[in-house]
């Protein structure tokens, strides 16, 4: 998934892991915020969860070294856990470190509206990566709510694990129809973690960076 993110090949210092003191100016200037959603529902349990977190886990990685400060939801019918975004990723990694089960059912609006709330307080290129099993439920309020959501100028990359899942997730992304499918649990990890592609690359002007 890392397609995402929008390339730069400036440079105003160095920095290393652990992360140094020049990452919140890198990240400023030439980064963004993105919201890792991760559906935790029941049918989620088993292996699929694992391969999920440990997807997740690269997915936080890259994405701070895409500049990109990075939080995490994980969601079922509600917001089960949140990290907000950070420049280093490490409330993220915290969270996900002990995630070994699923459950409970599917809707995504208070999500949603939760991670919205969440982005609304952060400026420059802002990305929900959002995975998921099932479908959009309930489809019209989530539908509505993305619409709100792009126009804050706010990006969506998808993923959907299974044919179901994928059509249903690939309607609101910003992405290709196609890289919304995840074909099997096997894959889970590498298509989660592969999200960080989308962060940069589908990047449009931010409406509150313009000045009139």
């Known amino acids: 998934m890392t397609g995402w993110i ?7 210092g160095l920095t290393q892991i652990p992360t140094g003191p020049y990452l919140p100016d890198l990240q400023a200037q030439y980064g ?7 559906d935790v529902s029941g049918s989620m349990h088993g ?10 886990q690269r997915f936080v990685a890259e994405a701070v070294e895409a500049n990109y400060k ?31 089960s699923a459950s409970g059912g599917n809707d995504l609006i208070e999500p949603l509206r939760s991670c919205h709330r969440i982005l609304d307080g952060f400026t420059g290129d802002r ?3 959002l995975f998921g099993d099932g479908d959009l439920s309930p489809k019209d309020q989530v539908l509505t709510k993305v619409a709100q959501m792009k126009a804050d100028n706010i990006r969506f990359v998808t993923r959907g694990l299974g044919a179901t899942a994928a ?19 096997q894959e889970l990890a590498d298509e989660i973690a592969g999200m960080a592609s989308g962060l940069k690359a589908g990047a449009r002007p931010n409406k509150r960076q313009i000045l009139p």
Not at 32 to 38: A, D, S, W
Not at 167 to 185: K, L, Q
């Open 70 to 100: 990075v939080g995490v939801m994980l969601w079922n019918t509600r917001v089960v856990s949140v990290c907000d975004p950070e420049a280093d990723g490490a409330g993220s990694l915290r969270l996900l470190a002990p995630v070994t």
């Open 167 to 185: 059509r249903e997730f690939a309607e609101i992304s910003d992405e290709s129809a196609e890289s919304a499918r995840v074909e099997g649990v």
């Open 6 to 12: 929008r390339r730069s090949f400036g440079s105003i």
């Open 127 to 129: 990305v929900v990566a």
């Open 47 to 56: 292996r699929p969860i694992l391969e999920a977190v440990r997807g997740a």
């Open 32 to 38: 963004g915020t993105v919201m890792l959603m991760i």
